[in-house]
C-alpha cells in the first residue's frame, strides 16, 4: 500500500486565495473548505487507499513558548481562519483521518505520521503532500517523499539534495542558519542558501563545523566571515535549529490500517447540502464503489 499525508493547512490557504469566495446556506465563508474536499476527492478517485490530513487547528503551538517571534495568527484573514473546523468536521465526515494540532503544528503529525508508517512493511511508499520545505527533513531514500501536488512534482532524497544542497538530515541545520520568513526566524547573519548548501554538505551538523575557520573546507568561500557570524550567534542558531526539526512524537494512529478511506459517514451528504455541493456526496459515493470493487479483485467479465 502507498500512504499519503497531506497538508490540510497548505490546501487550505491555497484554496483560500485560488477560488472565488462562497457561503454556506447559514451564510459562512466555505469557498477553500469545498476546494480542499474536492481536491482529496480527487485522490481518492486516483486510487489512494490510505490518508490522513494534519490542519493547525490553532496556528500558535509550543513554539512560541521558545521564540517570541515565532509565527502566529496575527494578520490571517479571520474568513480563513474560521474555515479551519469546518474542514477538519466535513473530513472526518468524508471519512478521513484528520489530526487538529493544537500544541504542536501540522508538520509535526505529518513528521509523526511518516516515520510511524514507514516503519510498517506493509507500506511501499509514504507520500507526504505538501511543497514546505520543512517536510524535506522527512524524506527517506525514495520510500518516504514529498509531492508538490500543485506543481506536480516529487521530490525523493536526491531531489532534495538537488534543491537545497544538502541531504534531509541537515534540513534543520540548514534552516536554522538560512532563516525561515513562514515561521518567523531570521537565521544567522550572512549565511545565504549558497553558503550552508557549501558548509553543510561537508559538515552535516552545526556542531560538525570546525570551530577554527581556517580548518574549513577550501571549497566554501569566506569562511572566516561566516564562522565569526556563526559563533557571535550560536545560541540563536541552535534555538533556530530546535525549531525547524519537526517531532515525531505526535500520536497520529494505531496502526496503518486505521488511514484506510471506507468511505464518507452519514452526515457527509448533510455538510455538503449545507455547503450548496451535493456532487461531492456523488463523487465520494463513487469512489467508495470503486474501491470495493477494487479490494474485492477483478470479475470474469472485466478482464476480458
Known sequence: MNVHLIDGTYELFRYFFAVPSAKDTNGQEIGAVRGVLGSVLSMLEAGATHLGVATDHVVESFRNELYFGYKTSEGVEPELLSQFPILEEALQAMGVLVWPMIEFEADDALASAASKAAADERVAQVIICTPDKDLSQCVVGSRVIQLDRRRDVLRDEAGVVAKFGVPPQSIPDYLAVVGDSADGFPGVPGWGPKAAAFALSQYPHLEDIPKDWQDWHPSIRKARRLSESLRNSWNDALLFRTLATLRLDVPVFETVEDLR??????????????????????????????TKLEAAGPSRSRTR
Open 261 to 290: 478511506w471506507k468511505g464518507p459517514r452519514p452526515n457527509f451528504e448533510e455538510d455538503c447540502h449545507r455547503m450548496n455541493s451535493p456532487d461531492l456526496v456523488r463523487r465520494a459515493e463513487r469512489a467508495r464503489s470503486s
